[in-house]
């Protein structure tokens, strides 16, 4: 992979648009020294999305972009990407598709984490269809983003059972808690570490 880090951190924004669970981990993992990232700002298409008191509590700029006009939104986002030097995206439940526009001025350098075992299941929805197929595992996956949705290369997959007595919210719970620790590694594994 063509990031290279030396030994400064790679200046890196998070999209989000909830919660923020995926967010909260990076940010940990961000202050280690094993991580070659550090976040310096963190995008996201809802005002109200819980995760920007993250990016609050931990004295990250937050910018909020609500995307109705994508264009213009997208625009206004690579110009403040620029002007912060951001050299990597980390998508974390951003629930917008980005343009393949946007996506070329960041090729090989977006990342997105998805709750299912891509190529399976892309899209919305995930738990209740993989419930309803009586799936007997799911899982989450790290990628690189592609003009296609849940489409680019996978960089590390994690794989949960399903139990008997699943439901789509203990499931999203379960998946969730293996996400927070594989976007952390999927990230060494893209810087080669
Ligand atoms: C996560 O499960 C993430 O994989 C999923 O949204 C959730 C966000 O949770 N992303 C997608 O479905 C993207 N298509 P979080 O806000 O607590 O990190």
Do not use: W
């Amino acid at each position: 992979m063509v990031l290279s880090i030396g030994h400064k951190k790679t200046r890196t924004a998070v999209f989000i648009s909830g919660t923020g669970s995926n967010l909260k981990s990076l940010i940990k993992f961000s202050k280690t020294n094993k991580s070659p990232i550090s976040i310096e700002i963190v995008v996201s298409n809802n005002s109200k999305a819980k995760g920007l008191n993250y990016a609050k509590r931990f004295k990250i700029k937050n910018k909020v972009l609500n995307f109705k006009n994508k264009n213009l939104s997208e625009n206004k986002l690579l110009s403040i990407l620029k002007i912060n030097n951001i050299k990597m995206i980390c998508l974390a439940g951003f629930m917008k598709i980005l343009s393949g526009n946007f996506i070329k001025r960041f090729k090989g350098k977006i990342l997105n984490i998805h709750p299912s075992l891509l190529p399976k299941y892309k899209g919305l929805n995930t738990h209740k269809r993989v419930l309803n197929n009586r799936e007997k595992y799911s899982g989450c996956t790290v990628h690189f983003v592609n003009s296609r949705l849940d489409s680019g290369k996978i960089i590390l997959q994690k794989k949960v059972k399903i139990s008997k007595k699943e439901t789509e919210f203990s499931l999203a719970k379960k998946i969730l808690s293996q996400e927070h620790k594989l976007y952390p590694k999927a990230i060494q594994k893209v810087f080669n570490l």
